[in-house]
């Protein structure tokens, strides 16, 4: 039985139990019924900005660090500063590693530092590592400046979705999350482009990688300063007005929660902040008063089983699929099919793919649920890889280890990229960050995000790197069929351990997830059609 809810000054009597009802009537308008406000959208936007200068990382690390040279031409890095395998292979994953970096820390001083001022940290080292990118005068410190770069990159990871999901109405907290991760397709889209403007054949501009990667400096300011006029996440003050309330008074979570609601009845807004007590009534019984520790949180999200079995497995999973090698190497395997030179804007034109993707699921996550749209999306991926393995499998492999594709081979690789991509941005590119910033319980909830974007990280580090020589060993197509096969245990994995959280409030998540699941109950709309 749940423990009763203490007393609480900034929740007058008058709210009942039953979030939503006041004196044991409905209020105007339930929590599932309120629409984001100009303020929730100023917040959304800048913190998908933030996002954006992640996807931006790629594809302008791709195209400054690419192995395309041409003769007597110092556009890209690699040209400038003659560039060995091995520093490409180190420059292009520093940002990577920094972000990883980062996420350990984060785990740390998450909760401490803030959403907001994490994505304005953030935002500083965006600009930080952008302007020492476009001075760099020699490859350690071009290394540096990635490292810089990518420490921003994981603490905006990090506090952007959680952020967002904080500040959204339930109505549409998946729609909005999810829409972060359009934007850092978007951010691909802008850095293959503005690296190919600077650093292609074409233009052979003298040190073109120098602009390219001081266009982050613009949009991490527009970060910074938007940043700082926002107001926090209420859930968060709401928070810190427990552990530290001589710092944050009580009141200061309501003002927040207001300005992010706009327009509704003092019943209304009583009625959320009830919800986001009762979420913390765990956090006060545990603590006692007494100020919350790492430890203490760590060991707590551990015992939260199905939400970090659901989170971390998803996160891990959306990696270990394939996703990061396919990424990286899509200019090499589109070299492979005979594009040449003109494999970065083949790459682009992917990108523009994935973000149409993307698109589809934004608008209908919120309506169709995030199970079916996880189990749609891995299913495309299955396809994909098979498809591709077996045309790989069917083409002469020359002697230098290319493949002698025929017409109708090249437009099979490039349709069965545009399949795989569109299926993870379905699946599992918006949805896995949206399921981790859902499924913990809002005390605990920047520790296990934090730990979240550790594995996120990681993975795809370790995936990076081990591409080559899984490719060396297993062939082009048995890489292929092996990330296949993991997809085929990832829609088991969702079919079985992914709750489906869609309409529901966060604390209405929480209060889901601790009690067992029971099979009499439609788990999405597609059980529901066939109960």
Known sequence: MASPVSPNPLIPSAVSK?????????????????????LVWIGFSLAALAGLLFGFDIGATSACLSGDTVEGSRATATEYFGLSHSQRSLGTSASLIGATAACVMVCVIGDAFGR????????????????????????????????????????????APTF????????????????????????????????????SASTSMDGGWRY??????????????????????????????????EDYPESVALDALRRYRGDVTE????????????????????????????????????????????????????????????????????????????????ATMVAVVKLIATCVTVLNVDKFGRRILLRIG??????????????????????????????????????????????????????SWLMVSEVFPLHIRGTAIGAAVVVNFASNLGMTYSYLPVKEALTTQGNFWMYAAISVVAI????????????????????????????EEPEDDYAKLHV
């Open 18 to 38: 039953n979030h939503g009802e006041v004196d044991g009537k409905p209020s105007s308008m339930s929590l599932q019924e309120l629409r984001p406000t100009t």
């Open 492 to 519: 088991l994995f969702v079919q079985l351990c992914v709750p489906e959280t869609k309409g529901k409030s966060l604390e209405e998540i929480q209060g889901m997830l601790q009690s067992e699941p029971t099979s």
């Open 212 to 245: 390219v990667f001081g266009v982050g400096l613009i949009f991490g300011s527009v970060v910074v300063v938007g940043f700082y006029f926002l107001p926090p996440s209420p859930r968060w003050l709401r928070l810190k007005s427990i552990n530290s309330p």
């Open 267 to 346: 019943d209304e807004l009583m009625s959320e902040m009830a919800e986001i007590d009762d979420s913390l009534v765990v956090l006060t019984d545990r603590n006692g008063g007494s100020k919350p520790s790492f430890v203490a949180d760590l060991l707590e999200m551990v015992q939260q089983k199905r939400a970090c079995v659901a989170g971390f497995g998803l996160v891990l999973l959306q990696q270990v699929t394939g996703q990061p090698s396919v990424l990286y190497y899509a200019t090499s395997i589109l070299q492979d099919a005979g594009f040449g030179s003109n494999s970065t804007l083949a």
């Open 378 to 431: 891995i299913s495309m991926m299955v396809v994909s890889l098979v498809g591709m393995g077996f045309v790989f499998q069917a083409s002469p492999q020359n002697s230098d280890d290319s493949y002698d594709f025929t017409l109708t081979s090249k437009v099979m690789v490039v349709l069965c990229l545009m399949v795989y991509v569109s299926g993870y941005q379905v699946g599992f590119g918006p949805i």
């Open 116 to 159: 907001r001022r994490e994505i304005m940290l953030a935002g500083c080292l965006y600009v930080s590592g952008s302007l020492l990118s476009a001075l760099a005068k020699n490859f350690t410190m071009l290394v540096i400046a990635r490292l810089v770069y990518g420490v921003g990159i994981g603490f905006a990871m990090h506090g």
């Open 164 to 199: 967002i999901s904080e500040i959204s109405p339930p109505s549409v907290r998946g729609t909005l999350v999810s829409m972060k991760e359009a934007a850092i397709v978007v951010g691909m889209i802008l850095g293959y482009l503005i690296g190919y403007l600077f650093t």
